[in-house]
């Protein structure tokens, strides 16, 4: 699993050339992960903010270069992100894997996930220089997969997990991962843990995960409210509680989050160090540092080198479904 003594070991010791986003000035401010006074939160903030500026900035060229669509009529079929990277073994004698490997299973700069043979398609994972695209990223590798995502769907919700309750538009219900009824249902009855009848009322476009159920009652007076976290960081500690799984810990690894962004030709994910199990679809992935809600699990990516637990960003979702969230 990725700790902090892995993130320290490669991540580069200094500072890169950049004027922080908003979005990073503002989690220095807020005392995200321990601001100015965390020296190695500061260094995964300031050089991932880089390398998900660049990535924005040359989506499209990155993508047309494997043969894969950037935006247009059908949904997005690729994961891109930045963060920790699992290597894949094939890539172990790579020069920009190498150092990396001697230290840990996991290099820092940026992954490509093809969710379909573009005309690039290869069998065997690819590295590129990230520096083909921004000096200053010079010696950072863009690792290059292809694969296929293995939600961990169930047969009804009563046997996948609850992620909070969403409240809105004069109206109440919960919110769980869409692929739980295949991007389906919509406005028919489902059943939840419990026995409880609900109906769905929301579905998300695919491939963003979200579907708000309608059930008949409403929060307790106790529930409070539960933050979305605009920019989940590489390196963040967090837990869920699945059905199945139970409790399950462990650490972001990459991430490809566009604050406020609802296009479905983007969806917000983030990648996790451990995972759970069918049954576990739904679950609230929480920062454990900071309470906020991160994303909600979802399930596996397979590139047949490697398998990636993966979540839907949570403040995604809220902001489609337009709901204040609730626990």
Known sequence: ??????????VPPELPRLTLSDEASQRLKNDRSGGEDDPLAKRILYWNDLIQQVLGDRRGDILGRF??????????????????????????????????RKTTPYTF????????????????????????L??????????????????????????ATATCWAVGNGSAGVLTAAHTFN??????????????????QNMAPYPIDGAIVGIVGVPSAQAIQLTPEPCPQPNEDFEFDGMMSQRVRGKVTTVSVLPGVIDPME????????????????????????????????????????????????EQVANLFQVQLLE
């Open 267 to 314: 969806p917000a994910r983030v990648r996790l160090d451990n995972g759970g199990q069918p049954g576990d679809s739904g679950a609230l992935v929480r920062s454990l540092k900071t309470g906020m809600g991160l994303s909600i699990y979802s399930g596996v990516i397979n590139t047949g080198a490697q398998i990636y637990n993966i979540s839907q960003g949570l």
């Open 1 to 10: 699993m990725l700790t902090d003594q892995i993130a320290d070991a490669i």
């Open 67 to 100: 043969g894969f669509r950037n935006y247009g009529d059908q949904p997005a079929s690729n994961f891109l992100s930045s963060g920790f990277v699992e290597i894949p073994g094939q890539l172990y004698a790579n020069g920009l894997i190498h150092k990396s």
């Open 183 to 200: 991007w389906h249902n919509h406005h028919q009855n489902v059943w939840l843990h419990g026995r409880i009848m609900g109906q769905v």
């Open 134 to 159: 921004d000096d200053r990223l010079k010696g950072f590798p863009l690792v290059i997969e292809y694969g296929s995502t293995q939600y961990f769907a169930a047969p009804n919700l009563a046997n």
């Open 109 to 132: 700069g940026a992954s490509l996930i093809g969710l379909e043979g573009g005309e690039g398609y290869a069998d065997t994972p690819q590295v590129l220089d990230l520096g083909y």
